[in-house]
């Protein structure tokens, strides 16, 4: 069964809640990701969460925003599912920084 976008996050919130972590919702525009993570150790990055299905794209806004957060140097995730989450989520613990969670195979590596 192909896991809701609602399912991926809801996911991810949980993770970051068992780490004593905040997991914050933005309404900062469109094509802002979905989700700004902090966790204890000041590890801060931003969460774009997608269906578990090969047509969940992003928009070419998103596209354009999270090429430009990168190039600013945030750490942005793309997650499709559960497992990708709890990758992201022990890359960031470890501190690896040049393990970028891809599941939309979209190449946003600071290009637009």
Do not use: W
Request: aromatic share 4%.
């Amino acid at each position: 069964m192909i896991k809701l976008e609602s399912d991926v996050e809801a996911h991810l919130y949980s993770a970051v809640k068992r780490l004593k972590g905040e997991c914050i919702k933005l309404s900062a525009g469109e094509g802002f990701p979905d989700r700004l993570v902090v966790l204890p150790e000041g590890i801060i990055f931003f969460v774009e969460t997608k269906r578990e299905d090969k047509g969940s794209k992003l928009s070419a806004l998103q596209k354009a925003r999270i090429s430009r957060l990168r190039r600013l140097g945030a750490r942005v995730h793309t997650p499709k599912t559960k497992a990708s989450i709890d990758k992201l989520i022990s890359a960031e613990i470890r501190g690896d920084n040049t393990e970028t969670i891809d599941d939309t195979r979209e190449n946003l590596n600071g290009e637009d």
